[in-house]
C-alpha cells in the first residue's frame, strides 16, 4: 500500500489519497500531535472513515515507537515531526518493542466511538481492510448483543439481565465466565483477526466462554477501542464498562448526535407511579425477608453476610414515601410548571437523600434489585422496575457533588413538572397500574439537561489528551462549537470529490398541478397539498432509475400520506413502478425490510425500489445507499421538533438566556431551524457515496428556497441548489442528468443482494452491467437470486447476460446512447415504419425468437446467434404508452398497443415468428399500393386475431384508410362480444 508522509507521520493508505483525503488526515495528526481537540466535517463518500482510522493509527504507532525508544536510551525526542531513525522505521513496520505495561510509560489509546454498533461494525470492517489490521483492537458491546447463558440470554429486559449476570459472576457460577480466563490467551482470540461483536459471539460459542468479558480482556491491551457513544458520554456506563479516559484519544464519529446525546445521557424523567411501583417492591422485600430471613442470605449469596437489614428496608421505605409526597405537594399549573435546575437538590434533601449519603442510598437500592431480578423467574414477579428508576435518577442527579458542579446544574438543567392523564398513557409496567389503579392521573417530574457542554466538560476533567468530533453534517460549525463549551483548536470543513455532472439538487416549489409544495404544520391536513406531493413522487418514480428514497419529517406525516394516497390510488401507481417499502417503527422488523428492499434492486426483472423513511429514522444514517441502492433522494418537508413539546419550548427560552450573556449563541429559533437542517442533510448524505457515484437530491418544499435554509444544508451541496421553476421542465431536466451520468460515468461493480452484509472481491473492474438504461458488457456475470447465499456468481466463459431495461425511462429521457445509435425518426408510414424497425432491431438483437408472457413487460427474448441469452424488457411495453383503461366484461384491464408507430412495429417483430413477419410485411406493402381491404383483413385476422394479440389486431385502425376504419372497427366490436 503507498505511504504519504503527512506531517511528519508515514500513513499508510491503500491508495493515493485524494486531497480532501490528505487534508483531512493533516489536520487529525495536528490534533493528535499538540494535545488539542478538533471539530471536522467532510462529507459521507470522502472516506472520512479510513482517512481518520489510518492517519490516528498512524500517529499512535510513531508515538508507540517514540516511548518504547525513550523507555529503552532515555534520548529520543517525543516530537512526532522530528525525523526517524531506522530502528524507529524498523519498529514501525514489525510492530517489535512493545512494553508488558503500556500505562507505565504512558501510551495513549485511541477510543472509535459512534451512536450505533452496525456504524462501529462499519468502520472495524475499514480497519480490516487497511494495513493497520495488525493493531490490536477489541470492541465494547452490551450483554444484550453478547451474552451466550442459556437463561440470562432469554431475559427480555436489559437491567434484569445485567443483575442476573452479576449475581453469577459474583457467585461464580456461569459456566462461561468461569472460562474467561483460560480460554483469553487462545490463538482465535489473541490472533492476528480483528474481532467484531459478531466474530467474539462465535469465538466465544466455539470455545464456551463469555463474549462480554473476552472483550473486556481484550480491551486491557488493545490500541483502539471501539464503542458506542453512551459507554463514554454517560457517567454510569463509564464507569460499569471500565473506559479509561486518562491520556487517551476519544474520537466521536457521526458527531452531529453528539449534542444530543450528552444532553440525553444527563437527563432523566420519573413518574410518581414509578416512586409508588417502588414502594410497593420494597414493601414485598420487607415481607419476604420477614416471612423467611434465611432465604435472603441463600439467595442472594452463601458466602456474604447479609447486604441489607429490615431497619435498612424501613428507613429507605420512609425515604420514597417522602419523596411521593414532596413531588405530589408541589404546584403544578395546567401547562405545568418549570423550576431551575438547582431544585433537583431541595426535592431529594426533603427525603432525606442529599451529599454524605446518596451512595449508601444507591448501594442499598441495587441490592435490592439484585434480589428481585434474581430471586424467582417467574416473569409475573416483581423485577424491580421502580427501584431501577430511582437509582438512575440518584446516580444522573449526583454524578457530582463539588460546589462547581452544583452552579453548573443550576445554569444547565431545568426541572418540569406537569400532570398527564393515564388514558392517554400506557404504563411501562404491571405493578405501576397496579400499585396507583385510583388514580386517574400522574405526575411525571423531567430533570432536562439543556447543555451539551455540560457532559464534554466531564470528559475534559478525566484528562483526556483530545477530542476528535467528525462527521459528513456539522455545519454551521461556530455555534455548535459554543454549544460543546470546549476548546477546539482545529477545525476543517471539506469541500466533495463529485463533480457538477455526479449531482443534481433541485427545490421543488409546486407539484404537476401547480400546487405549491409547503410542508408546513398548516398546510400538513391540505388535501390538496398531499395528493399535490404524491404525484410529484409518483412523476420522479418513472423517471429516476433503480432505488429511491423518499423522506418525511416524522411517522405521522408518512402514514397520513399513506393513507390518502392508497385511497386515491396514487400509492399503487407508485407501487407497480417502483415496489414500495415503508421504514417501521418496530426496531425488530427492519433488518427484514431493508433487505428486501436490497433485494428488490438488485432483482433484473424490476425498475428498482423505493425505500419511504423519516428524517431522523433508521433509515437516514448508518446504511449504505450507494450506486443503484439510492439513485435519488425527496425530502418532502422539514423535519423540524414539534414546537409545543415542554422540552423544546425551554430549550430554546436557554438559549436565549445565554446569548443575552453570549452572542456567539445561537437564538432559540436559530437552534430550532438548525435541527430541520441537520436532519435534512444526514438524509440527504445517504445518495452519495464515494467517488463515481451519482444521485439526484429533490427538495419538495418551497421553504428551501429561503437564504437562510440554503446556508445550513451542507457547504458542499449549496452551489449545486437550483430552484425548479416549471415541473415539466424539471422532470426533463431529471432525465438528462441520468442519461448524462450513466454514460459518462464508470458503471458500478455488482453489488451483493445484502451490501451491508457481504464483502466480495471482484477480479473483473470492467464490468458495465447496471440497471435502468444501459446494455451489458461482453464481460458479464449473473446475479444469485438465491437470498440465502448472498454471493455473485462469476461465469467467466459464459456469455450468459441479464440486463433490465426500463423502457419509461428510454422513451422519457431517451437515455440509452446504445439504443438512440439505432432508433429512427418516427413516421408515420406504416409501410416506412416496417423497414425502420427491422434495421433496428436487426442492429440491436439479431434472429430474435420471442416466448410471449403473459406479463406484458416482462418478455424473455432469446438470440439464436453464439447461443445468447439475453433478458430485456420487450421494446414497447411502457406504461406510459398503456394508458388506456378499457375494461373488459370480466373486469380486467384490457392491454392497448403503443401509441409510438416505431414500437408498435417492434413489438409486432418480437410476437410474430420470421415467416408470419413476412406475411404481414407483404399484406400491409399490398394494402398500400391496392387498398384491397378484405385481403388485408383476412390476412390480419390469421395473424393476430387471438386472445393474446388482439389488442395488436385494434391497434391497426389508424392505420387504415378513412373509409375502411369504421366497418373495422365495427368487426373488431362485434368479435369482442361474441367473446
Same mark, same amino acid.
Not at 434533601?349 to 430471586?375: C, F, G, P, R
Not at 386517574?440 to 439543556?450: A, P
Not at 441469452?869 to 404508452?881: C, P, R, S, V
Not at 399484406?923 to 393474446?948: P, R
Given at each position: 500500500?503507498?505511504?504519504?508522509?503527512?506531517?511528519?507521520?508515514?500513513?499508510s493508505?491503500p491508495?493515493?489519497?485524494?486531497?480532501?483525503?490528505?487534508?483531512?488526515?493533516e489536520k487529525?495528526i495536528?490534533?493528535?500531535q499538540?494535545?488539542?481537540?478538533a471539530?471536522?466535517?467532510?462529507p459521507?463518500g470522502?472516506?472520512?472513515? @479510513?482517512?481518520?482510522?489510518?492517519?490516528? =493509527?498512524?500517529?499512535?504507532?510513531v508515538?508507540k515507537?517514540?516511548?518504547q525508544?525513550?523507555?529503552?536510551?532515555?534520548? +529520543?525526542s517525543?516530537?512526532?515531526?522530528?525525523?526517524?531513525?531506522?530502528? @524507529?522505521?524498523?519498529?514501525?513496520?514489525t510492530?517489535t518493542g512493545?512494553?508488558?505495561?503500556?500505562?507505565?510509560?504512558?501510551m495513549p489509546?485511541?477510543?472509535?466511538?459512534s451512536?450505533?454498533?452496525?456504524?462501529?461494525?462499519?468502520?472495524? %470492517?475499514?480497519?480490516?481492510r487497511?494495513?493497520y489490521?495488525?493493531v490490536?483492537?477489541?470492541?465494547?458491546?452490551?450483554?444484550?448483543?453478547?451474552c451466550?447463558?442459556?437463561?440470562?440470554s /432469554?431475559?427480555?429486559?436489559?437491567?434484569?439481565?445485567?443483575?442476573?449476570?452479576?449475581?453469577?459472576?459474583?457467585?461464580r457460577?456461569?459456566f462461561?465466565?468461569?472460562n474467561?480466563e483460560?480460554k483469553?490467551?487462545?490463538?482465535?482470540?489473541?490472533?492476528?483477526e480483528?474481532?467484531?461483536?459478531?466474530?467474539?459471539?462465535?469465538?466465544?460459542k466455539?470455545?464456551?466462554?463469555c463474549?462480554y468479558?473476552?472483550s473486556k480482556?481484550?480491551?486491557?491491551?488493545?490500541?483502539?477501542?471501539?464503542?458506542p457513544y453512551n459507554?463514554?458520554?454517560d457517567?454510569?456506563?463509564?464507569?460499569?464498562?471500565?473506559?479509561?479516559?486518562?491520556?487517551n484519544i476519544?474520537?466521536?464519529?457521526e458527531?452531529h448526535?453528539v449534542?444530543?446525546?450528552?444532553?440525553?445521557?444527563?437527563?432523566?424523567q420519573i413518574?410518581?407511579?414509578?416512586v409508588?411501583?417502588c414502594i410497593?417492591?420494597?414493601?414485598h422485600?420487607?415481607?419476604s425477608f420477614?416471612?423467611?430471613s434465611?432465604?435472603?442470605?441463600?439467595?442472594?449469596?452463601?458466602?456474604q453476610?447479609k447486604d441489607f437489614?429490615?431497619?435498612?428496608?424501613?428507613?429507605?421505605?420512609e425515604?420514597?414515601?417522602?419523596?411521593? /409526597?414532596?413531588?405530589d405537594e408541589?404546584?403544578v399549573?395546567?401547562?405545568?410548571?418549570?423550576y431551575?435546575?438547582?431544585?433537583?437538590f431541595?426535592?431529594l434533601?426533603?427525603?432525606?437523600?442529599?451529599d454524605?449519603?446518596?451512595m449508601a442510598?444507591?448501594?442499598?437500592?441495587e441490592?435490592?434489585?439484585?434480589?428481585?431480578s434474581?430471586?424467582?423467574?417467574?416473569p409475573?414477579q416483581?423485577k424491580?422496575v421502580?427501584?431501577q428508576?430511582?437509582v438512575?435518577?440518584?446516580?444522573?442527579v449526583f454524578s457530582g457533588?463539588t460546589?462547581?458542579?452544583?452552579?453548573?446544574v443550576?445554569?444547565?438543567?431545568?426541572?418540569?413538572i406537569h400532570?398527564?392523564?393515564?388514558?392517554?398513557?400506557?404504563?411501562?409496567?404491571?405493578?405501576?397500574?397496579?400499585?396507583? *389503579?385510583?388514580?386517574?392521573?400522574?405526575?411525571?417530574?423531567?430533570?432536562?439537561?439543556f447543555?451539551?457542554?455540560f457532559?464534554m466538560?466531564q470528559?475534559?476533567?478525566?484528562n483526556?489528551?483530545?477530542?476528535?468530533?467528525?462527521?459528513?453534517?456539522?455545519?454551521?460549525?461556530k455555534?455548535?462549537m459554543?454549544?460543546l463549551?470546549?476548546?477546539?483548536?482545529?477545525?476543517?470543513?471539506?469541500p466533495?470529490?463529485?463533480?457538477?455532472n %455526479?449531482?443534481?439538487?433541485k427545490?421543488?416549489s409546486q407539484?404537476?398541478?401547480?400546487?405549491?409544495?409547503n410542508?408546513?404544520? %398548516?398546510?400538513?391536513?391540505?388535501?390538496?397539498?398531499?395528493?399535490?406531493?404524491?404525484r410529484?413522487i409518483?412523476s420522479?418514480?418513472?423517471?429516476?432509475?433503480?432505488?429511491?428514497?423518499?423522506f418525511?419529517p416524522s411517522?405521522?406525516?408518512?402514514?397520513?400520506c399513506?393513507?390518502?394516497w392508497q385511497?386515491?390510488?396514487i400509492?399503487s401507481?407508485?407501487n407497480?413502478?417502483k415496489?414500495?417499502?415503508v421504514?417501521?417503527?418496530r426496531?425488530?422488523?427492519?433488518?427484514?425490510?431493508?433487505?428486501d428492499y436490497?433485494?428488490?434492486?438488485?432483482?433484473?426483472?424490476?425498475?428498482?425500489?423505493?425505500f419511504?423513511?423519516?428524517?431522523r429514522?433508521?433509515?437516514?444514517?448508518g446504511?449504505?445507499f450507494a450506486d443503484m441502492?439510492?439513485?435519488?433522494?425527496?425530502?418532502t418537508?422539514?423535519?423540524f421538533?414539534?414546537?409545543?413539546d415542554?422540552?423544546?419550548?425551554?430549550?430554546?427560552?436557554?438559549l436565549?438566556e445565554?446569548?443575552?450573556k453570549d452572542?456567539?449563541?445561537l437564538?432559540?429559533d436559530?437552534?430550532?431551524?438548525?435541527?430541520a437542517?441537520?436532519?435534512?442533510?444526514?438524509?440527504i448524505g445517504?445518495?452519495?457515496r464515494?467517488?463515481?457515484d451519482?444521485?439526484?437530491?429533490?427538495?419538495?418544499? *418551497?421553504? +428551501?428556497?429561503s437564504p437562510k435554509?440554503?446556508n445550513?444544508? *451542507?457547504a458542499? @451541496?449549496?452551489d449545486?441548489?437550483n430552484?425548479s421553476?416549471?415541473f415539466g421542465?424539471?422532470v426533463?431536466?431529471i432525465?438528462?442528468? +441520468?442519461?448524462?451520468?450513466e454514460?459518462?460515468?464508470?458503471a458500478p461493480?455488482l453489488?451483493?443482494?445484502?451490501?451491508?452484509e457481504?464483502?466480495i472481491?471482484y477480479?473483473?473492474?470492467?464490468?458495465?452491467?447496471?440497471?435502468?438504461? *444501459?446494455?451489458?458488457?461482453?464481460?458479464?456475470?449473473?446475479i444469485?437470486?438465491?437470498?440465502?447465499?448472498?454471493?455473485?456468481?462469476?461465469?467467466?466463459?459464459?456469455?450468459e447476460?441479464?440486463?433490465? +431495461?426500463?423502457?419509461d425511462?428510454?422513451?422519457?429521457?431517451?437515455?440509452s446512447?446504445?439504443?438512440?445509435?439505432?432508433?429512427?425518426?418516427?413516421t408515420r408510414?406504416l409501410?416506412?415504419?416496417?423497414?425502420s424497425?427491422s434495421d433496428?432491431i436487426q442492429?440491436?438483437? %439479431?434472429?430474435l425468437?420471442?416466448i410471449?408472457?403473459?406479463?406484458?413487460?416482462e418478455?424473455?427474448?432469446?438470440?439464436?446467434?453464439r447461443?445468447k441469452?439475453?433478458?430485456?424488457?420487450?421494446?414497447?411495453?411502457?406504461?406510459?404508452?398503456?394508458?388506456s383503461?378499457?375494461?373488459?366484461?370480466t373486469?380486467s384491464i384490457?392491454k392497448?398497443?403503443?401509441?409510438?408507430?416505431?414500437?408498435?412495429?417492434k413489438e409486432?417483430?418480437?410476437?410474430?415468428?420470421?415467416?408470419?413477419y413476412?406475411?404481414?410485411?407483404?399484406?400491409?406493402?399490398?394494402?398500400?399500393?391496392?387498398?384491397?381491404?378484405g385481403?388485408?383483413?383476412?390476412?390480419?385476422?390469421?395473424? =393476430?386475431?387471438?386472445?393474446?394479440?388482439?389488442?395488436?389486431f385494434k391497434?391497426?385502425k389508424r392505420f387504415?384508410?378513412?373509409?375502411? /376504419?369504421?366497418?373495422?372497427?365495427?368487426?373488431?366490436?362485434?368479435?369482442?362480444?361474441?367473446?
Amino acid at each position: 500500500m503507498p505511504e504519504v508522509m503527512i506531517c511528519g507521520i508515514p500513513v499508510s493508505f491503500p491508495f493515493e489519497p485524494y486531497d480532501v483525503q490528505k487534508a483531512y488526515m493533516e489536520k487529525v495528526i495536528e490534533c493528535l500531535q499538540n494535545n488539542t481537540n478538533a471539530l471536522l466535517e467532510s462529507p459521507t463518500g470522502t472516506g472520512k472513515t @479510513l482517512s481518520l482510522l489510518c492517519s490516528s =493509527l498512524a500517529w499512535l504507532l510513531v508515538k508507540k515507537a517514540q516511548l518504547q525508544m525513550n523507555a529503552q536510551v532515555g534520548n +529520543f525526542s517525543e516530537h512526532s515531526g522530528a525525523g526517524f531513525s531506522n530502528t @524507529l522505521r524498523e519498529n514501525l513496520k514489525t510492530g517489535t518493542g512493545k512494553a508488558k505495561d503500556n500505562t507505565s510509560w504512558g501510551m495513549p489509546k485511541i477510543i472509535y466511538s459512534s451512536r450505533t454498533h452496525s456504524q462501529l461494525t462499519q468502520a472495524m %470492517q475499514e480497519l480490516k481492510r487497511s494495513s493497520y489490521r495488525h493493531v490490536k483492537a477489541a470492541v465494547l458491546g452490551s450483554r444484550d448483543q453478547m451474552c451466550i447463558h442459556p437463561e440470562v440470554s /432469554k431475559e427480555t429486559n436489559n437491567m434484569n439481565k445485567v443483575h442476573m449476570c452479576q449475581l453469577r459472576v459474583k457467585s461464580r457460577t456461569c459456566f462461561f465466565y468461569n472460562n474467561v480466563e483460560s480460554k483469553k490467551e487462545d490463538r482465535s482470540v489473541k490472533g492476528e483477526e480483528i474481532l467484531d461483536i459478531e466474530d467474539l459471539v462465535s469465538v466465544g460459542k466455539k470455545l464456551k466462554c463469555c463474549p462480554y468479558y473476552l472483550s473486556k480482556e481484550l480491551k486491557q491491551d488493545a490500541d483502539i477501542i471501539f464503542m458506542p457513544y453512551n459507554y463514554i458520554l454517560d457517567p454510569k456506563s463509564r464507569k460499569a464498562n471500565g473506559v479509561e479516559l486518562m491520556n487517551n484519544i476519544v474520537i466521536l464519529d457521526e458527531a452531529h448526535n453528539v449534542e444530543k446525546m450528552c444532553e440525553e445521557s444527563a437527563s432523566l424523567q420519573i413518574r410518581t407511579t414509578d416512586v409508588a411501583l417502588c414502594i410497593d417492591e420494597i414493601t414485598h422485600v420487607m415481607k419476604s425477608f420477614s416471612e423467611n430471613s434465611e432465604e435472603m442470605d441463600v439467595t442472594i449469596d452463601n458466602n456474604q453476610p447479609k447486604d441489607f437489614t429490615c431497619d435498612d428496608l424501613c428507613v429507605l421505605k420512609e425515604m420514597m414515601l417522602a419523596l411521593e /409526597k414532596a413531588i405530589d405537594e408541589i404546584h403544578v399549573g395546567s401547562d405545568g410548571m418549570t423550576y431551575p435546575g438547582g431544585f433537583i437538590f431541595e426535592l431529594l434533601s426533603k427525603a432525606e437523600i442529599k451529599d454524605h449519603n446518596q451512595m449508601a442510598v444507591i448501594t442499598m437500592i441495587e441490592n435490592l434489585i439484585q434480589y428481585l431480578s434474581t430471586a424467582s423467574a417467574s416473569p409475573f414477579q416483581r423485577k424491580g422496575v421502580g427501584l431501577q428508576k430511582i437509582v438512575d435518577l440518584l446516580n444522573v442527579v449526583f454524578s457530582g457533588t463539588t460546589h462547581a458542579y452544583k452552579e453548573r446544574v443550576k445554569l444547565c438543567y431545568k426541572v418540569h413538572i406537569h400532570i398527564e392523564d393515564k388514558k392517554n398513557k400506557k404504563s411501562d409496567s404491571w405493578g405501576a397500574l397496579k400499585a396507583t *389503579s385510583a388514580k386517574t392521573s400522574e405526575r411525571v417530574l423531567s430533570y432536562w439537561c439543556f447543555s451539551p457542554g455540560f457532559g464534554m466538560k466531564q470528559l475534559l476533567e478525566q484528562n483526556v489528551r483530545s477530542i476528535i468530533l467528525t462527521s459528513g453534517t456539522l455545519a454551521p460549525l461556530k455555534p455548535l462549537m459554543s454549544e460543546l463549551g470546549i476548546p477546539i483548536g482545529v477545525q476543517l470543513e471539506n469541500p466533495h470529490i463529485v463533480k457538477s455532472n %455526479q449531482i443534481c439538487v433541485k427545490i421543488i416549489s409546486q407539484g404537476p398541478d401547480s400546487t405549491p409544495l409547503n410542508s408546513s404544520y %398548516q398546510n400538513r391536513d391540505n388535501p390538496k397539498y398531499i395528493t399535490s406531493l404524491g404525484r410529484t413522487i409518483l412523476s420522479f418514480s418513472r423517471v429516476v432509475p433503480d432505488g429511491l428514497l423518499v423522506f418525511f419529517p416524522s411517522y405521522p406525516i408518512m402514514s397520513k400520506c399513506q393513507e390518502m394516497w392508497q385511497n386515491e390510488g396514487i400509492w399503487s401507481s407508485i407501487n407497480n413502478i417502483k415496489p414500495i417499502f415503508v421504514e417501521p417503527q418496530r426496531k425488530d422488523t427492519f433488518n427484514a425490510i431493508i433487505n428486501d428492499y436490497y433485494s428488490k434492486i438488485s432483482d433484473p426483472n424490476t425498475k428498482g425500489a423505493c425505500f419511504m423513511a423519516v428524517c431522523r429514522g433508521k433509515v437516514s444514517e448508518g446504511l449504505d445507499f450507494a450506486d443503484m441502492n439510492g439513485r435519488a433522494v425527496i425530502i418532502t418537508g422539514l423535519p423540524f421538533p414539534p414546537l409545543k413539546d415542554p422540552r423544546i419550548i425551554l430549550k430554546k427560552k436557554y438559549l436565549e438566556e445565554l446569548r443575552v450573556k453570549d452572542k456567539e449563541y445561537l437564538s432559540g429559533d436559530e437552534w430550532y431551524a438548525l435541527e430541520a437542517t441537520r436532519a435534512v442533510n444526514q438524509a440527504i448524505g445517504r445518495v452519495i457515496r464515494h467517488q463515481n457515484d451519482y444521485g439526484a437530491i429533490l427538495l419538495c418544499d *418551497s421553504r +428551501f428556497n429561503s437564504p437562510k435554509l440554503k446556508n445550513q444544508l *451542507s457547504a458542499w @451541496l449549496r452551489d449545486y441548489i437550483n430552484l425548479s421553476n416549471k415541473f415539466g421542465e424539471t422532470v426533463s431536466e431529471i432525465c438528462r442528468f +441520468f442519461k448524462t451520468a450513466e454514460s459518462s460515468l464508470p458503471a458500478p461493480r455488482l453489488k451483493p443482494l445484502y451490501p451491508h452484509e457481504s464483502n466480495i472481491n471482484y477480479k473483473d473492474n470492467n464490468i458495465t452491467m447496471t440497471k435502468g438504461v *444501459s446494455f451489458p458488457s461482453a464481460n458479464t456475470r449473473t446475479i444469485n437470486k438465491n437470498p440465502n447465499k448472498k454471493s455473485v456468481n462469476e461465469y467467466p466463459n459464459s456469455n450468459e447476460v441479464y440486463a433490465d +431495461f426500463s423502457m419509461d425511462f428510454y422513451k422519457n429521457a431517451q437515455a440509452s446512447s446504445y439504443l438512440n445509435e439505432f432508433r429512427p425518426k418516427e413516421t408515420r408510414d406504416l409501410f416506412n415504419a416496417l423497414d425502420s424497425s427491422s434495421d433496428c432491431i436487426q442492429k440491436t438483437s %439479431q434472429s430474435l425468437v420471442s416466448i410471449h408472457k403473459r406479463n406484458a413487460d416482462e418478455i424473455n427474448v432469446s438470440t439464436v446467434t453464439r447461443k445468447k441469452k439475453l433478458k430485456i424488457k420487450a421494446f414497447g411495453f411502457d406504461e406510459n404508452l398503456h394508458k388506456s383503461k378499457d375494461i373488459t366484461s370480466t373486469g380486467s384491464i384490457e392491454k392497448v398497443a403503443p401509441e409510438s408507430l416505431i414500437d408498435f412495429v417492434k413489438e409486432i417483430k418480437i410476437l410474430l415468428d420470421t415467416d408470419q413477419y413476412k406475411t404481414f410485411q407483404s399484406s400491409i406493402s399490398a394494402y398500400k399500393k391496392e387498398g384491397d381491404y378484405g385481403k388485408l383483413l383476412k390476412t390480419l385476422s390469421d395473424l =393476430l386475431e387471438n386472445k393474446k394479440l388482439f389488442y395488436l389486431f385494434k391497434g391497426m385502425k389508424r392505420f387504415l384508410r378513412e373509409e375502411h /376504419k369504421n366497418i373495422f372497427q365495427e368487426y373488431c366490436d362485434n368479435i369482442q362480444l361474441n367473446g
